[in-house]
């Protein structure tokens, strides 16, 4: 089954370049341990996914790209075209002259309902692509106003276009200390809007992909080339082809559906995140030795103490009295443990942010950035609603 790619903004197109550069580089490795059936297998379950094909042979990304400023699109459709291993498709891509200014309300009010035909028809024609479809897969990030608004918008309206297809949406949390001064409000809206139209969240932190990059990838001056490159190994290393339970040498058919059966089993519950290891620079993993018990120990340990990484996990942390699974069976889907670190997230972030406080302290600067766009006072109201709700569930875990 295939799953069509919906990249976002400035931060959606960059990042869903490498992850498809990143899936390309992958299935088609000649390096490994795999017979020359096994690999083929491997390669066309992922093109399957991930890619079609042209007359030429050259794989074509199953996405759409969606920005509100020509600029990094250009880029993207030429660094896609220029490495002569897969591209975009002609058609795929929508573009304006007019960006959002970083603002929720532009994005998802003005741009959204003006653009709505001419994006959805993009989204459909790819769709008709696919022989079956697994659901749909949002890159965008929560800080600016094209990702973020137009990202809603569009996640909304695939929810009553597409009611029977899985929705799955990526997004990146700002760094803490500020891109952008209404990037509290802008993801603030942003996430009320997707609990409602997604079916599954997938949270990524640049400060915690920055540590990644500073104390494990040993790279001194980071850029977001580098972050996104770490993002695409970890979504690769999710969505990348498994053996199905049935038997080894057959492939998950459903990757959207698998993942979501696992781990969104209540709507309340659909905040995911990512633990990847080992992650090291590729020049250093000649020199790595690894065992399954040694991974799966650091593993499970970064799990139960919040560890975004596997350096400085706090080993004092213990399971709860429920217990986990022997360590020997360990497995990534089976285990019912849900992280539930993003409550902790979302309450700190709102308290920096002083916009998360309810009932306590009223703030409303910027607000009329908002309210000249069709964005009241009140929709605010009803997201901290919302969000208050969220924490409260999680807490209670």
Same mark, same amino acid.
């Given at each position: 089954?295939?799953?069509?790619?919906?990249?976002?903004?400035?931060?959606?197109?960059?990042?869903?370049?490498?992850?498809?550069?990143?899936?390309?580089?992958?299935?088609?490795?000649?390096?490994?341990?795999?017979?020359?059936?096994?690999?083929?297998?491997?390669?066309?379950?992922?093109?399957?996914?991930?890619?079609?094909?042209?007359?030429?042979?050259?794989?074509?990304?199953?996405?759409?790209?969606?920005?509100?400023?020509?600029?990094?699109?250009?880029?993207?459709?030429?660094?896609?075209?220029?490495?002569?291993?897969?591209?975009?498709?002609?058609?795929?891509?929508?573009?304006?002259?007019?960006?959002?200014?970083?603002?929720?309300?532009?994005?998802?009010?003005?741009?959204?309902?003006?653009?709505?035909?001419?994006?959805?028809?993009?989204?459909?024609?790819?769709?008709?692509?696919?022989?079956?479809?697994?659901?749909?897969?949002?890159?965008?990030?929560?800080?600016?106003?094209?990702?973020?608004?137009?990202?809603?918008?569009?996640?909304?309206?695939?929810?009553?276009?597409?009611?029977?297809?899985?929705?799955?949406?990526?997004?990146?949390?700002?760094?803490?200390?500020?891109?952008?001064?209404?990037?509290?409000?802008?993801?603030?809206?942003?996430?009320?809007?997707?609990?409602?139209?997604?079916?599954?969240?997938?949270?990524?932190?640049?400060?915690?992909?920055?540590?990644?990059?500073?104390?494990?990838?040993?790279?001194?001056?980071?850029?977001?080339?580098?972050?996104?490159?770490?993002?695409?190994?970890?979504?690769?290393?999710?969505?990348?082809?498994?053996?199905?339970?049935?038997?080894?040498?057959?492939?998950?058919?459903?990757?959207?559906?698998?993942?979501?059966?696992?781990?969104?089993?209540?709507?309340?519950?659909?905040?995911?995140?990512?633990?990847?290891?080992?992650?090291?620079?590729?020049?250093?993993?000649?020199?790595?030795?690894?065992?399954?018990?040694?991974?799966?120990?650091?593993?499970?340990?970064?799990?139960?103490?919040?560890? $975004?990484?596997?350096?400085?996990?706090?080993?004092?942390?213990?399971?709860?009295?429920?217990?986990?699974?022997?360590?020997?069976?360990?497995?990534?889907?089976?285990?019912?443990?849900?992280?539930?670190?993003?409550?902790?997230?979302?309450?700190?972030?709102? $308290?920096?942010?002083?916009?998360?406080?309810?009932?306590?302290?009223?703030?409303?600067?910027?607000?009329?950035?908002?309210?000249?766009?069709?964005?009241?006072?009140?929709?605010?109201?009803?997201?901290?609603?919302?969000?208050?709700?969220?924490?409260?569930?999680?807490?209670?875990?």
């Amino acid at each position: 089954m295939s799953i069509v790619t919906v990249q976002l903004g400035q931060c959606g197109n960059q990042i869903g370049f490498e992850v498809f550069d990143a899936l390309f580089s992958d299935s088609h490795c000649s390096q490994g341990f795999c017979s020359k059936k096994e690999n083929e297998a491997y390669q066309a379950s992922c093109k399957e996914r991930f890619f079609s094909e042209e007359e030429n042979g050259v794989p074509i990304a199953r996405a759409v790209l969606v920005d509100m400023e020509p600029k990094v699109i250009n880029q993207t459709l030429s660094k896609a075209a220029q490495s002569g291993r897969w591209k975009y498709g002609q058609h795929s891509c929508f573009c304006q002259k007019q960006g959002s200014g970083n603002n929720w309300a532009y994005g998802y009010s003005v741009h959204g309902p003006r653009h709505q035909e001419s994006i959805m028809n993009l989204i459909q024609k790819e769709v008709e692509k696919c022989d079956s479809l697994s659901g749909f897969f949002i890159i965008m990030s929560m800080a600016g106003g094209t990702g973020s608004g137009l990202g809603a918008f569009i996640t909304q309206n695939l929810q009553d276009e597409f009611s029977n297809s899985l929705r799955m949406n990526q997004i990146i949390w700002p760094y803490g200390t500020g891109e952008v001064i209404v990037q509290n409000y802008n993801s603030i809206l942003t996430l009320s809007h997707l609990y409602r139209s997604s079916d599954a969240l997938l949270v990524h932190e640049n400060d915690a992909v920055h540590k990644i990059c500073a104390k494990l990838m040993n790279i001194k001056q980071i850029s977001f080339s580098d972050i996104n490159q770490v993002l695409a190994h970890q979504l690769g290393s999710v969505f990348q082809p498994t053996y199905s339970a049935e038997g080894s040498s057959h492939y998950r058919r459903n990757p959207l559906g698998d993942l979501m059966e696992n781990l969104v089993p209540h709507p309340e519950f659909k905040m995911l995140g990512i633990r990847n290891i080992p992650q090291m620079p590729e020049n250093s993993l000649a020199y790595s030795a690894f065992t399954w018990a040694g991974l799966l120990k650091h593993l499970r340990q970064m799990l139960i103490s919040n560890a $975004k990484m596997e350096e400085g996990i706090n080993w004092q942390v213990r399971p709860p009295l429920s217990g986990l699974p022997p360590l020997g069976r360990a497995s990534v889907g089976a285990e019912p443990h849900f992280n539930t670190s993003i409550a902790n997230l979302v309450i700190l972030r709102g $308290k920096e942010a002083h916009s998360a406080d309810l009932g306590e302290q009223k703030v409303t600067a910027y607000i009329h950035q908002y309210t000249k766009f069709g964005v009241e006072e009140e929709d605010f109201l009803d997201s901290f609603t919302l969000l208050e709700q969220i924490v409260a569930s999680y807490c209670n875990l």
